[in-house]
């Protein structure tokens, strides 16, 4: 069975300063790993994923995550937080034999102050 | 290019009824899946369907049901509806055996009174 635990309910930094959102995996197979934003009444939108390529991953609006195979993470990174940047984040597994089942993480809530 | 849409955006319905969701995917995508977002939580998977068959399935009860036309297009059908069912219900498109992503729809938010 897969899951994913979200170590960080709610976060707040301050706009310029650095986010991390944290995420660990177990999986019994070579996992996908992504994290989804959400935004107020707004649906899911993909930031990055990792697909057994490279281990650092870039995606959108300047995140990235790194997938660490021996601490079984896969931690979401910005250098500096943009007010626009609030909203629910997902760290989501899946395994990859073809039906695609994604498993969410409960969700982190990003807050940015300016 | 329209990305996945889903009708209607919000639903009132009352304890013991059904109820009907429909759910477009993107352009070129051939399996469909739906999940539900209870307030507060992350989505759970409920069924993917491919070639207009269940291919799996959550942990959700049998009131719970879905089909998938020709056209890739599916419906979820929720029967005997309970209180707890109230949620934002996520349908997500994406290619067979690709890469795992997948795209989502907007939601439709049922309310169960």
Sequence with gaps: ???????????SVSEGTPVLLRCNYSSSYSPSLFWYVQHPNKGLQLLLKYTSAATLVKGINGFEAEFKKSETSFHLTKPSAHMSDAAEYFCVVSDNTGFQKL?????TRLLVSP | ???????????IKTRGQQVTLRCSPKSGHDTVSWY????GQGPQFIFQYYEEEERQRGNFPDRFSGHQFPNYSSELNV???LLGD???????????LSTNEQFFGPG???TVL
Aim: hydrophobic letters at 40%; charged letters at 10%.
């Design chain 2, 108 to 110: 439709t938010r049922l």
């Design chain 2, 36 to 39: 539900q977002q209870a307030l």
């Design chain 2, 86 to 96: 109230s949620a934002l219900y996520l349908c997500a498109s994406s290619i067979r």
């Design chain 2, 1 to 11: 290019d329209a990305g996945v849409t889903q009708s209607p955006t919000h639903l």
């Design chain 2, 79 to 81: 029967n005997a509806l």
């Design chain 1, 103 to 107: 498993v969410f993480g409960t969700g």
């Design chain 1, 1 to 11: 069975a897969q899951s994913v635990t979200q170590l960080d309910s709610h976060v």
